[in-house]
């Protein structure tokens, strides 16, 4: 069984950073590809960034391009979202999630091809 532990959320003022992490166990991490999502209260779950397997193709949300950065550590079996120049509108529950199948696409893992998933961390960007 593959679990999926989130860390690295807090409470930002706007302009500020944050990195998220997330540990993989009980799989074979360093095939699959991996995304992160996130929810706000009263509103879907959204994409937000995913990284191929190998990690040399990322995809990312229009809302957080060029402000985000999605990296892998396969050695480690982390994933990590580096973001930055954070906004109150990035106020959420951010999730990790797999992909459904091995040797995907970042681009794939985006439209939602997930299997397993994290318990969120909480990230909060006060202005």
């Known amino acids: 069984q593959v679990q999926l532990v989130e860390s690295g959320g807090g409470l930002v003022q706007a302009g500020g950073s944050l990195r998220l992490s997330c540990a993989a166990s009980g799989g074979t991490f360093r095939t699959y590809a991996m995304g992160w999502f996130r929810q706000a209260p009263g509103k879907e779950r959204e994409f937000v960034a995913a990284?191929?397997?190998?990690?040399?193709?990322?995809y990312y949300a229009d809302s957080v391009k060029g402000r985000f950065t999605i990296s892998r550590d396969n050695a480690k079996n982390t994933v990590y979202l580096q973001m930055n120049s954070l906004k109150p509108e990035d106020t959420a529950v951010y999730y990790c999630a797999t992909d459904r199948s091995p040797y995907g696409s970042a681009f794939r893992l985006a439209g939602g091809y997930t299997e397993y998933w994290g318990q969120g961390t909480q990230v909060t960007v006060s202005s």
């Open positions: 990284i191929s397997y190998i990690g040399g193709n990322t």
